[in-house]
């Protein structure tokens, strides 16, 4: 069964530098996604991403943050001067369409503590 | 504003008992409301979807959940829970095309 793949799966960063988190999304798949789950709490939207663009943010996505698709495989995230509360898990995720009466397949995630 | 709450943080139940997991949601129009499971270490696993139709959806490892328009909820059941079993499941709601999460909840079964 086709899998979204995620690298890595843990990191452990000092406060202030900058991590990218790397997904490789189902290969037939058109949109993706990166969601945040601080430990505790709910799984919580970031940004969606479809045709070289930014289709949706939420508030927490703000210019710490950016998202780039810098081949035909993979989708990264990109923390700039982390700060202790980046500190969750992120999960990538991919459809073939937009989500809505659609399903998104996540991967594993990646734990990201931020020292 | 489209939200899920998930009033049981925790749940312990036995193995071989029955097992309901709640979920409310709020959305204005008619929801596409889903669970996933997530095992330890691992993603999101989808368990089940409610679109439209029958209110009842039968979902994989014997889980079914019932969509009840007039209560604003989507419970998670299984007749028979097994060891296997014990994750912690969300409730989701899509809304502007995206998901939106309920805080989860955590299951244990005892042997």
């Known amino acids: 069964e086709p899998e979204v793949t995620q690298t890595p799966s843990h990191q452990v960063t000092q406060m202030g530098q900058e991590v990218i988190l790397r997904c490789v999304p189902i290969?037939?798949?058109?949109?993706f996604y990166w969601y945040r789950q601080i430990l505790g709490q709910k799984v919580e939207f970031l940004v969606s991403?479809?045709?070289?663009?930014?289709?949706?943010k939420s508030e927490i996505f703000d210019d710490q943050f950016s998202v780039e698709r810098p081949d035909g495989s993979n989708f990264t995230l990109k923390i700039r001067s982390t700060k202790l509360e980046d500190s969750a898990m992120y999960f990538c995720?991919?459809?073939?369409?937009?989500?809505?009466?659609?399903?998104?397949?996540f991967g594993a995630g990646s734990r990201l503590t931020v020292l | 504003a489209q939200s899920v709450t998930q009033p049981d943080i925790h749940i312990t139940v036995s193995e071989g008992a029955s097992l309901e997991l709640r979920c409310n949601y709020s959305?204005?129009?008619?929801?596409?409301l889903f669970w996933y499971v997530q095992s330890p270490g691992q993603g999101l696993q989808l368990l089940l979807k409610?679109?439209?139709?029958?209110?009842l959806v039968q979902g994989i490892k014997g889980f079914e959940a019932e969509f009840k328009r007039s209560q604003s909820s989507f419970n998670l059941r299984k007749p028979s829970v097994h060891w296997s079993d014990a994750a912690e499941y969300f409730c989701?709601?899509?809304?502007?095309?995206?998901?939106?999460f309920g805080t989860g909840t955590r299951l244990k079964v005892l042997a």
């Open positions: 409610y679109f439209s139709g029958d209110t």
């Open positions: 959305y204005g129009a008619t929801p596409y």
């Open positions: 995720a991919s459809s073939d369409q937009a989500a809505g009466a659609n399903v998104l397949t």
């Open positions: 290969s037939n798949h058109l949109y």
């Open positions: 989701a709601v899509v809304g502007a095309y995206k998901y939106i």
């Open positions: 991403f479809y045709n070289n663009e930014i289709s949706e």
